[in-house]
């Protein structure tokens, strides 16, 4: 019976938080254009179940207007420590209002007053405008809510192929790409 990847990735993700190692869930995210050139960034695991692998951020940034153009994308994930990497690759949906909207509530205040001002990816005047908003924007929602801006949502990538990768000195390392077909998750070893 092949092992399911999904569960695996949770193994060596729960590995990684054990370990100690600082962001554990900290990955590069890959995305493109509608041309196909591509940009890389570091976002932060917020979910990994049976339909994907979840992060949030700004629509309108960068990586959201290329999610929006070209929905396919790629995550890889490093753990130096513990001789591990994964690389995950699909499409990308954004998440339900209300998914976006439980998890925007968990979020801190300031983390959610910074969203609401910040128009990532954006040219600004300065960095005083910036923070001058933040901070209209503290004392406006001071002791209240601070609403979710329609801008700001959750993607969901349901991987097609994870690779995973263990370091095994002299350069043999271990490969192994999974790939799923018609729901079904073939795997095979790769040459280091």
């Known amino acids: 019976m092949?092992?399911?990847?999904?569960r695996k990735f949770k193994s060596w993700f729960s590995q990684a938080k054990r370990s100690g190692i600082e962001l554990p869930d900290k990955c590069?995210?890959?995305t493109a254009d509608h041309r196909g050139r591509p940009s890389v960034r570091y976002v932060l695991l917020k979910d990994v179940d049976a339909d994907g692998f979840t992060f949030y951020t700004n629509a309108e940034?960068?990586?959201?207007?290329?999610?929006?153009?070209n929905p396919y994308a790629s995550l890889a994930f490093y753990w130096h420590e513990n001789d591990?990497?994964?690389?995950?690759?699909?499409?990308?949906t954004q998440v339900?209002?209300?998914?976006?909207?439980?998890?925007?509530?968990?979020?801190p205040g300031v983390s959610q007053i910074a969203s609401l001002a910040s128009r990532q990816s954006r040219v600004?005047?300065?960095r005083t405008a910036l923070t001058a908003e933040v901070k209209r924007l503290a004392k406006k929602y001071k002791g209240t809510d601070v609403p979710r801006p329609e801008r700001w949502t959750g993607y969901r990538l349901k991987p097609n192929r994870i690779e995973?990768?263990?370091?095994?000195?002299?350069?043999?390392?271990?490969?192994?790409?999974?790939?799923r077909t018609r729901g079904v998750w073939r795997v095979e070893i790769l040459q280091p």
């Open 2 to 6: 092949a092992v399911d990847p999904v």
């Open 28 to 30: 590069a995210l890959a």
């Open 61 to 69: 940034s960068r990586k959201g207007r290329e999610l929006a153009a």
């Open 84 to 92: 591990h990497q994964v690389r995950i690759e699909g499409k990308i």
């Open 96 to 107: 339900s209002r209300a998914e976006a909207d439980a998890y925007w509530a968990e979020r």
């Open 124 to 126: 600004i005047s300065s």
């Open 164 to 179: 995973f990768w263990t370091r095994h000195e002299p350069r043999l390392h271990h490969r192994e790409a999974f790939t």
